[in-house]
């Protein structure tokens, strides 16, 4: 059984930076697309980036350039840094991980963006 456990969410003001971790655990395989996604009260989960094994990533509109999305394939880990953040990424940001097609999530981490 494949879990993921989020960390480095938090309060931040407007303009400010935070980093987050997800460690992957219970498996020996590197997983190949891990991913972050958010949701906030009363909005759809969506996806703000992935990445691939070989280091493909893609992001939301709203988050390029402000974002970065990286990984450790020897550590199952992936990490988000969020530069310049605004009050609207204020969400709870949830990892994900596919591994030979079945998707896997953490618990989430909540990020809020307010002075």
């Known amino acids: 059984q494949v879990h993921l456990v989020e960390s480095g969410g938090g309060l931040v003001q407007p303009g400010g930076s935070l980093r987050l971790s997800c460690a992957a655990s219970?498996?020996?395989?590197?997983?190949?697309?891990m991913g972050w996604y958010r949701q906030a009260p009363g909005k759809q989960r969506e996806l703000v980036a992935s990445?691939?094994?070989?280091?493909?990533?893609n992001y939301a509109d709203s988050v390029e350039a402000r974002f970065t999305i990286s990984r450790d394939n020897g550590k199952n880990t992936i990490f988000l840094q969020m530069n310049s953040l605004k009050p609207e990424d204020t969400a709870n940001y949830y990892c994900?991980?596919?591994?030979?097609?079945?998707?896997?999530w953490g618990q989430g981490t909540q990020v809020t963006v307010s002075s």
């Open positions: 219970g498996t020996s395989f590197v997983i190949n697309t």
């Open positions: 990445i691939t094994r070989g280091g493909t990533t």
């Open positions: 994900n991980g596919i591994l030979f097609g079945i998707q896997y």
